[in-house]
């Protein structure tokens, strides 16, 4: 088996897979086309490879990546729902046309990402940290143990039905079947087989390194670890938890690390719930969509194989 860091995420139509130095997005077009755009990734902080200070860091830096992915796949379907009208005596040509505005789309201001990163952030912590914690306050336990412990239960109940909620949405579910061909792919390449077709068909379309396989211990880990600071008034409650997040996104990080790294009866006992979970946010994907995975895949496998392992 060979292990590989290249990991990526599902987009509208599409699929962006990052490597160690590039990343790629690969999106099927309203036309049936097949966009591929490479690009390099952005210089990383030394704090990048600092142990549990990574996780932090590296969940940002792909939300900030992932955003601009987002849009960039989305503008091809902007281009053909909403086409621009040109003024009348003036004949501009329509492939300049969808290229200057596909590059406008493809260029994210620092404020607009700020803006979507902050709302991402203000989401997740709002619903699967804050909204709990005032729920099972409202209950009055005295126990710290209790509480933490109810408290996580909610959080992974609101967490599951999220999901659930999230697959009824149609546009969201083809986003789960690009998530399937995205896993796919890579266990076919870390299986040591030829990336084709109908050899990545054949593979799972749940890997250990998922990000709701990540999702899901962030949740656990967070019982453990908020249940060191105690349980006091709201306020408190919630600016522990807050100051937290980093430690608990860190020690989650470090452990999907090791799960993916090795496989032995202890990673496949703590990946089996995230395991599991990746059932609500993956489906088996169509020839068209592991078409997408395999071409961003190989355009971010760098020519020394030795590069993209852990």
Known sequence: MK??????????????????YKKAIAVRKPDGEMDLCVEDLPKKNKISKIPIFRGAYNLIYQMIISIKALTYAASFYDLEEEPKKEPEGEAVPKDDTIKKDKKNAETLGKGTIFFSLLLSLVVTVGLFILLPNFLIGLLGIKSNILNNLLEGVVRILIFTLYLKLCSLMKDIKRVWMYHGAEHKTISC?????ELTVANVRKYSTKHRRCGTSFMFLVLIVSIIVFSFVGWYSPLVNILFRIALIPLVAGI????????????????????????WFQRLT????????IECAIAAFTAVLPENENDSKW
């Open 189 to 193: 390449y870390e299986a040591a087989d």
């Open 3 to 20: 292990k590989t860091s290249i990991g990526g995420s599902a987009l509208l139509e599409g699929i962006m897979m990052i490597g160690p």
């Open 282 to 289: 993956t489906a088996e994907p169509d020839d068209g969509m």
């Open 252 to 275: 989650a990080y470090e452990i999907i690390r090791i799960t993916g790294k090795h496989d032995n009866i202890v990673s496949r006992i703590v990946s089996a719930p995230g395991m």
